[in-house]
């Protein structure tokens, strides 16, 4: 027999990771070996261990399923990724798949879409959840046809990480030992944010990234 997929398991809640865990380990050719209660464990496992795949929520503490995948696809490249999330959001989609992403499925459907979309990341076919693809299509047609771009990103992916823990009520020198860069880097990049985005304090910038879904409230 072939042996099952190797699956690493990302989100910040214990009883969504149990109930995934529970989807996942009951198909034969899947089974969970690794799971990560935020983003910066799930880039250190995705690392270090032998796993086909990586399965992870959006909004996790440290850093974000966006971000981590992003530096997942620069460390293991062929490793395949797949988005697990509560947001029906277009632009975390184009977002995801932009970042590397095979696939990306609403926490509401998972029991009936994930393993689908499990096995197709591993047949390395892309997955978008049922119901999203016309609307997204549609959408994407209406930006080319009028000539308008899509969304660009209003800040880099640096200032994003420092954004996001931030928020999460990090120092300066905690956010640089964190990133490995010094705390004058991080209190340049924070003026940056503030300047960038038109916030003028730590609770704008907090309100700024729960709207964004860096953080949830």
Do not use: W
Request: hydrophobic share 45%; net charge negative; charged share 30%.
């Amino acid at each position: 027999m072939t042996k099952p997929a190797r699956i690493l398991l990302a989100d910040d809640h214990a009883l969504v990771r149990r109930g995934v865990r529970l989807i996942l380990d009951a198909e034969p050719d899947l089974t969970v070996v690794a799971e990560a209660a935020d983003g910066a464990e799930a880039v250190a496992h995705a690392r270090d261990l032998d796993i086909d795949l990586a399965i992870l929520d959006i909004a996790m503490p440290r850093r974000t399923g966006l971000q981590a995948v992003r530096e997942i696809a620069r460390l293991r490249p062929e490793l395949r990724t797949l988005m697990l999330t509560m947001y029906d959001n277009e632009q975390y989609f184009f977002e995801a798949l932009k970042a590397g992403a095979s696939g990306y499925v609403l926490k509401s459907v998972a029991d009936r879409d994930l393993v689908e979309a499990c096995r197709a990341a591993l047949r390395d076919e892309p997955f978008i959840y049922p119901g999203v693809e016309t609307t997204l299509i549609r959408n994407y047609l209406d930006h080319a046809r009028s000539g308008d771009p899509l969304p660009a990103r209003p800040i880099t992916e640096r200032e994003e990480e420092i954004l996001k823990l931030v928020a999460e009520g990090h120092t300066s020198k905690e956010i640089g030992d964190l990133l490995v860069i010094s705390v004058k880097t991080v209190e340049r990049h924070r003026a940056n944010l503030l300047q960038k985005l038109g916030l003028r304090d730590r609770l704008e910038l907090t309100r700024y990234a729960i709207r964004v879904g860096l953080i949830e409230p």
